[in-house]
């Protein structure tokens, strides 16, 4: 009887540690199992996965995977890819410009602002700031940080007035030389036009048009509108920009006409009068 009594208590105690192990058995093949899932996640789920567990927002899909910086305000991130820079560039200041800047809650330090010949402008109560080469967003901004010691959260807009109006240069052998207004579309032949037109001693086949590229460098292109005018073709005309240079050089003979004789010089123009 006793043996039956000890042989019961035995099975019983193995049904009772019988769970307990197959728990501890189950504890320890999930985690391998939930690890190896997790290994197998390609490296931007992994990423995503934890920035979400971290501050409970969900990622953005719309990143671009390559390590490109995401712009949406530019193409590919990087600007036009024809030019390599801004597609539509803002207008940025130069000197003499004039800008109106408006407080919404504290009108008292309403003022105007001109660029000065140093590139800095005058701010009331609050210093000199460079504005030179700035936007008008990005000087609202520079305002804003310089009056936010003094104010709390100004609000303050910037209005352009007045600014230097589009302009070309024409110089050389032409009528009125000078600085003239950009007005509309105009190509070389035009602004010649607009100077006077060619003098007798002009070069009509080698006009050299002269466009800045930057502060420092400056491109030049070489026309014969000389050409273009006997051809009746237009189509090799360039048209100004802003800033651009027109040149008409003096021709050869003209250089050499006031060191001649002018009965010799009829002469040599026109030999066929003898």
């Known amino acids: 009887m006793r043996a039956i009594v000890q042989f019961a208590l035995f099975v019983a105690a193995g049904v009772l540690t019988l769970p307990p192990t197959l728990v501890a058995s189950a504890q320890e093949t999930t985690p391998s199992t939930v690890s190896e899932s997790r290994s197998s996640d390609p ?10 567990a971290e501050n409970g927002i969900e990622p953005r899909t719309d990143v671009p995977a390559n390590g490109a910086a995401y712009n949406p305000g530019k193409a590919g991130g990087t600007g036009d890819p024809a030019l ?5 560039p ?13 407080f919404t809650f504290s009108p008292e330090f309403n003022q105007s602002l001109t660029v000065q010949p ?14 030179e080469g700035l936007t008008i967003p990005e000087l609202q901004q520079a305002i804003t940080r310089a009056y936010s010691s003094f104010l709390h959260q100004p609000e303050i807009s910037v209005t352009l007035k007045d600014f230097e109006k589009p302009y070309f240069l024409a110089s050389g ?16 032949n035009e602004a010649v036009a607009i100077a006077g037109g060619f003098t007798q001693q002009a070069r009509h086949s080698q006009v050299v048009l002269f466009r800045r590229i930057s502060t420092e460098v400056a ?8 050409k273009m005018l ?3 073709d237009l189509r090799e005309d360039w048209h100004l920009r802003p800033g651009d240079f027109v040149y008409v050089p003096q021709s050869r003979i003209s250089k050499i006409r006031r060191f001649v004789p002018a009965s010799s010089t009829n002469w040599y123009l026109n ?4």
Do not use: W
């Not at 803002?90 to 408006?102: A, C």
């Open 84 to 88: 390599g820079g801004e597609r539509y």
């Open 271 to 274: 030999p066929l009068q003898f």
């Open 43 to 52: 490296p931007a789920a992994r990423l995503a996965e934890a920035g979400k």
């Open 173 to 188: 052998e032409v009528a009125r030389p000078g600085k003239y207004e950009l007005r509309g579309d105009l190509t070389v």
């Open 230 to 232: 006997n051809s009746r």
């Open 90 to 102: 803002l207008y940025r200041l130069t000197k003499s410009d004039t800008v109106e800047v408006s």
């Open 118 to 131: 140093d590139g800095f402008v005058a701010l009331k109560a609050a210093g000199t700031l460079r504005a």
């Open 219 to 226: 491109e030049s292109h070489v026309l014969d509108l000389k």
